[in-house]
């Protein structure tokens, strides 16, 4: 390995090292949020299981983040490129009023869907619901226009966050979904006692305004001011890259409006059954692959700003194979263990075994795609650090279609199961297109041939980490593929010994491998907790780990 290629890497390791603290602070700020949020999540289906007033809810929340999702992306993923190099460079007024600019100009646009919206509820709900009749199409209709407020918090929201992120601030935001998720709580149980979802849908929208007024701190860095500049070179910037990244969001809602157009068509609970489904797999998505990319994509746009070519190079490798290292197990446990975990976070009250069944089918399906989901994200955020807005859009284009084709083939065979499974096969697609253009890409623009990220040593850990999981599980009696007849508590036992066992499989044949993702992970948390080791034992750890270190081919 060349002597340039060495200072790349060590540079890029660098970076990961400098940003692993927040990364840490991130990922224990967004379980305490996760787990509120599952705390709500399954006080919902205690009080209203799979009936149509959820239903009715969850279409709802679709509606106003459909209307969101014409912004809302193109806040953060426009902004940060242009406001972490200002940052960067330390243009401190021009940050400040393109931050404002950023503002207001949210603030106005937000303002017109949420009006055009509470006119057009009735013709979006029966445009992706039209297998909602009677009164629960009025009900849909009824939480619609009680929620379009959320999509001016959720705008107020992102722009904060933009604003911390850029300035690689990230406690705040990490921080929002914990109030909001707390109100909501109080919503719950009032609907449940006072009877009717309208309480669960104004705490709803309390919530995210709660998301919001935690972060307020952001004016300490802009000093707010009215100041509007649309001729703003660095502002045109975000406007320029806005359009596609608007329309990539867009693609996201759009896949969500997709299944939920399936599923409203299917049995009566199909599209609670969905959303429940989609909870579980998105809490592991936000707990650990957020984390990783929120913490990434500004230093990613601050080393193309900077013209770090090669930097950037190595760091996108590093990302993917810490995604890769954090991704692959998560996945595996999560399709074997669908149904324990499940019917450990779901099943009381009015969620029934039915329920628990149905909801688990869609846990699995949707976990196939979960690594890929995870890389394919990283991947999105390194084509906007390099301006480039128009591949991410093909690219999404792409995975509607083969999304919408693969529903229309699957859900008559398989019914519900088969929209998690089409989902999972486009992300899968999704992902190695968008990759090869971007290995493509960076050879014409470098001259260097990009290798590989690393992933094998996670696959071959996770294999090991299978094998615990079906031995523990034989030797608990606990059943993978089916419901099992015990306590919650025994069941929350056995679950916590099988991912225990399963995860010290995993770092040993890890360690065993040198997976240089899990000799990091150890150096970071060697570092993290070296107030409380003897110095010795630290220092000797930390030692092999760089000592042990697997020379890299170019990215």
Known sequence: MSESVQKHEG???QAIERLSKPAIWIFGATILGRMLGFVRESTLAAFFGVGPEVDAFIMAQTVTYILFSFLGP???TAGIPVLSVLHADRRVEAFRNVSLSLLHVVVIVLIGFTLVGYGMAPLLIHTIAPGFTGHQAELAIHLTRMMMPVTIFLGLAGWATTVLQSQNKFGYSALSNIPNNAVVIVGMFAAGFLGGIEWVTVCYVLGVAAQFLIQLPVFKTTGYKWFINLKDKDFKKI???????????????INVIVDRFFSSGLAVGSVAALGYGQRI????????????????????????????????MHLIRKGLGILSFFMLPIAAILVLMAIP????LYERGAFNQTATLITASIVCF???????????????????????????????TMQIGINVTLNSLSVP??????????????????????????????????????????????????????????????LLDLHLFDRTVQSSFALALDLGLIVIASGIAYLVVSLLLKSDEMLFCLKTALHMGSKFLPSKVSGYVMAKARMNRVPKRNM
């Open 11 to 13: 540079q890029s390791s």
């Open 74 to 76: 193109a806040i953060g």
């Open 239 to 253: 406007i320029t890259m806005a359009p596609s990244t608007i329309a990539t969001g867009m693609g996201g809602q």
């Open 281 to 312: 797999f998105s809490l592991f998505v936000g707990v650990v692959q957020m984390p990783i990319l929120v913490v990434l994509f500004p230093k990613l746009s601050e080393k193309v700003g900077l013209g770090k070519e090669e930097e950037f």
């Open 341 to 344: 975990i499940t019917q450990f």
């Open 366 to 396: 949707y976990s196939i795609g979960l690594p890929f989901l995870s890389w394919k994200e990283f991947i999105l955020r390194s084509f906007y650090a390099m301006k480039d807005s128009r591949t991410p859009v093909l690219n999404t």
């Open 413 to 474: 065979v398989f019914g519900i199961k088969g929209l998690a499974l089409s989902t999972a096969i486009s992300e899968m697609v999704s992902f190695f297109v968008l990759y090869n253009v971007l290995r493509r890409r960076m050879y014409k623009k470098t001259g260097v041939k990009a290798a590989h990220f690393p992933f094998w040593k996670s696959l071959v850990s996770a294999g090991a980490m299978v094998a615990v999981i079906f031995g523990m599980s034989n």
